[in-house]
């Protein structure tokens, strides 16, 4: 079931373009010239239910202002955008009771509140059933953690801490959708396993529809099966995670320990990245050569005592496709 339809959405920001210095900012009070930045500029996309999707992108691609726009808080400029056949703009009270939003930059807890109080307060908002909310509520203290946290202000809670109540907050209301904006940044090892298992769980269980923002390629790894990659407002790549990568990096790498230190390399199977006196690093096409036929090759050239072959990974694509 198509979920979420985004259909040539473009979003432009119109900036004040500020002119520097003292008399710069003198004019500036009288007349100040506008500038428009295209922070979206034609995206289109459909997302079914249950689909963990990672919507990733170099900074300022569009991101942020693509889930603020599908959670009704921006509008876009043209272009529409259906959320469970509502549009976040025109129905944002029917779309938000099923959407659940984390922005990891930004909190939307409550700085004063205990996180308890804040979870009960949430409770008011959503109008939820006390049955209903007592259920969720235990559920997700026991996923993310929680119980050592729900006497805790806010405001004295850790980063990592203060992500678990985010999410937990995100989800009480039980929503089918979830729009996570950098849910692990700053976070540690173990709070970032924790957010992954938290999420990972949400799909299996309720079959919760995840769109993740992350430059933390491992999250990407770990949790999505589906890539859609922006660059500068516009898709570059939509499909399969596998796919991507293997499309993409078309390169692996070979690292060599070799008897005798060497200053080049002849063979031109490889492209050499790196000698550091027995050690080389280089890279080969597996599109073109075997691993077998270039470590063949090589060891005619020299005496290798240890070899590795490094497949390609989802950092390798990602860089390749920001590049192009
Ligand atoms: N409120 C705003 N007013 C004006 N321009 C904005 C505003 N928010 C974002 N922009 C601009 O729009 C573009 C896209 O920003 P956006 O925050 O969507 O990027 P992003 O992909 O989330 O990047 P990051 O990975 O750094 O979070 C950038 O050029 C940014 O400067
Ligand atoms: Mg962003």
């Not at 004295?156 to 999410?167: D, H, I, K, N, Y």
């Not at 009480?172 to 849910?183: A, T």
């Amino acid at each position: 079931m198509e979920q979420i339809v985004l259909d040539h959405v473009v979003k432009e920001y119109i900036v004040a373009k500020k002119k520097k210095g003292m008399l710069g900012a003198l004019v500036n009070l009288f007349h100040s010239e506008k500038i428009r930045v295209e922070a979206v500029k034609d995206i289109s996309c459909t997302i079914e239910k249950g689909e963990i999707v990672g919507y990733i992108g170099p900074n300022g691609a569009g991101k942020s202002t693509t889930i603020k726009m599908m959670s009704g808080i921006m509008h876009p400029t043209s272009g529409s955008i259906l959320v469970n056949g509502l549009s976040p703009q025109k129905n944002r009270k029917e779309v938000v009771k099923n959407l659940g939003v984390v922005f990891g930059q930004r909190t939307q807890l409550y700085w004063d509140l205990r996180l308890g109080e804040t979870f009960e307060l949430l409770k008011r908002i959503y109008r939820l059933p006390e049955e209903q909310y007592q259920r969720t509520l235990e559920e997700l203290r026991n996923v993310l953690g929680l119980d050592q946290f729900m006497d805790i202000p806010v405001r004295q809670l850790s980063l990592g801490q203060r992500m678990r109540g985010e999410l937990a907050a995100a989800m009480l209301h039980e929503p089918g959708i979830l729009f996570l904006d950098e849910p692990t940044i700053g976070l540690d090892i173990d709070a970032k396993q924790a957010i992954r298992d938290f999420i990972l769980e949400m799909n299996r269980k309720k079959k919760t529809t995840v769109i993740l923002t992350s430059h933390d390629l491992d999250d990407v790894m770990k949790l999505c099966t589906r890539l859609i990659v922006i660059n500068k407002g516009v898709i570059v790549e939509d499909g399969p995670i596998d796919e991507i990568v293997s499309r993409m990096a078309t390169y692996r790498m070979l690292i060599l320990e070799v008897a005798e230190p060497v200053q080049e390399v002849s063979c031109d199977q490889v492209e050499v990245m790196k000698i550091e006196g027995r050690k080389i690093w280089c890279k080969f096409d597996h599109h073109a050569h075997t691993a077998a036929e270039v470590i063949h090759a090589l060891g005619e050239e020299m005496k290798i005592v240890d070899l590795s072959v490094r497949e390609p990974d989802v950092e390798d694509a990602i860089s390749n496709i920001y590049h192009s």
